[in-house]
């Protein structure tokens, strides 16, 4: 069983920074895919980004790309999402996701990962 606990959310101007951070339980932390997803008021559940195993591969929503980055530190058990130039379309709550399958197209659809975090807010005001 993975156990994800997100932190670093928060509330913040447009134009700001944050960084969300997941730490895993699981013990086969390097063999898993990590993604971010986000789910504001009223709308479904989107894709944020997602690593491969060792961090060589990362993808993005085209929504991000250029403002956001992520990265992991397997000795750590840790994924972590770098914000930029947040704006107010940014507010949601950012899920973390885990899966042991090698990346691949599934990434950005959050029905392929097994393992969800409870989120973590984020505001960004206008």
């Known amino acids: 069983q993975v156990q994800l606990v997100e932190s670093g959310g928060g509330l913040v101007q447009a134009g700001g920074s944050l960084r969300l951070s997941c730490v895993s339980s699981g013990r086969s932390f390097s063999s898993y895919t990590m993604g971010w997803f986000r789910q504001a008021p009223g709308k479904e559940r989107e894709f944020v980004a997602a690593i491969s195993w060792g961090g060589t591969y990362t993808y993005y929503a085209d929504s991000v790309k250029g403002r956001f980055a992520i990265s992991r530190d397997n000795a750590k058990n840790m994924v972590y999402l770098q914000m930029n130039s947040l704006k107010f379309e940014d507010t949601a709550v950012y899920y973390c996701?885990?899966?042991?399958?090698?990346?691949?197209?599934?990434?950005?659809?959050?029905?392929?990962?097994?393992?969800w975090g409870q989120g973590t807010q984020v505001a960004v005001s206008s």
């Open positions: 996701a885990a899966d042991p399958g090698q990346v691949g197209s599934w990434v950005r659809n959050s029905n392929g990962y097994a393992y």
